[in-house]
């Protein structure tokens, strides 16, 4: 189901202001994960110079000065989203009663780059599998992928920078520890990176219940899986780049996987080739 979005004028933003997030509205998992959040001024552009990973940056609406260009400033190097909300907004959001007009949600583990993930293979000698996530929003369903893609054997995951959940105190606890051991890379464009790694030897193969049956499929060597947001899938830019669409079978009356379940019987599908393949 797509979030609600809620449409806000951009007139007279300060030039040089970051990039703002489209979706205004927070869903109940988003609430929740607002613990991992830092309030003031002050404390917030420390959080960024000292590069913790910032997923996400609250400012009350019309508020322009020195500090808060200085914290918009900090926000666009680092590549976070602005959401613009009124100061009724951040009252609600803050634990301390003491915000100064800005709250940012901070990451609650750090993230690796996808160069990091491509070492992790080679050091274990194996042809890569990196599992990429086009736009999950639910933090459970992140929590859980990066679960299961630890037990299938991934080297790492790789989420988007915008319109997706990061890594939140609730998809780190839905990890169940398995954070610790596969790294989580955040990119702002999947179509590029897809189209990076292709030329270090990687081949895409993304779920779309137009392709072909996950088990007609050459799901070996060094493979990117490509999982879509909840309800909508992968997106049409992406799903061009990929090299094969997976179907997974179905035969029952509901015709779509939650997107956690659906990662892990496709990640699964690659383990059950690559153990056949290495049998041979």
């Not at 890379?185 to 179509?191: E, F, H, P, T």
């Amino acid at each position: 189901m797509k979030r609600q979005t809620e449409n806000r004028k951009m007139n007279n933003r300060p030039a040089g202001k970051a990039p703002r997030d489209p979706e205004m509205n927070l869903s109940p998992a988003e609430e929740e994960n607002l613990s991992g959040k830092i309030e003031g001024r002050n404390a917030v552009i420390e959080a960024f110079r000292s590069g913790r990973p910032v997923d996400k940056l609250f400012v009350q609406e019309e508020l322009y000065d020195g500090p808060i260009q200085t914290i918009l400033r900090e926000a666009k190097k680092a590549g976070t989203f602005v959401n613009f909300v009124p100061k009724s907004r951040l009252d609600e959001m803050s634990e301390t009663g003491h915000h100064q007009g800005v709250i940012a949600q901070a990451a609650a583990f750090s993230y690796a780059e996808i160069d990091d993930i491509l070492k992790k293979a080679e050091d274990a000698g194996e042809a890569p599998f990196i599992v990429f996530l086009d736009g999950i929003e639910d933090p459970h369903n992140l929590g859980a992928i990066i679960r299961t893609a630890c037990l299938a054997g991934a080297h790492g995951v790789v989420i988007k920078k915008h319109r997706a959940v990061g890594l939140t105190p609730t998809a780190v606890r839905a990890s169940a520890g398995a954070v610790n051991y596969v790294p989580v890379a955040r990119v702002a464009n999947i179509g590029a990176e897809i189209d990076r790694l292709k030329e270090k030897g990687l081949w895409f193969v993304c779920a779309d219940m137009g392709g072909k049956p996950m088990y007609e499929l050459p799901l070996t060597g060094p493979i990117g899986l490509v999982i879509g947001a909840e309800g909508e899938g992968v997106s049409r830019l992406v799903r061009e780049k990929c090299d094969f669409t997976a179907r997974i079978p179905m035969s029952g009356p509901i015709d779509s996987l939650n997107a956690s379940v659906a990662a892990g019987i496709l990640m699964y599908e690659i383990v059950r080739q690559k153990a056949g393949q290495a049998k041979r």
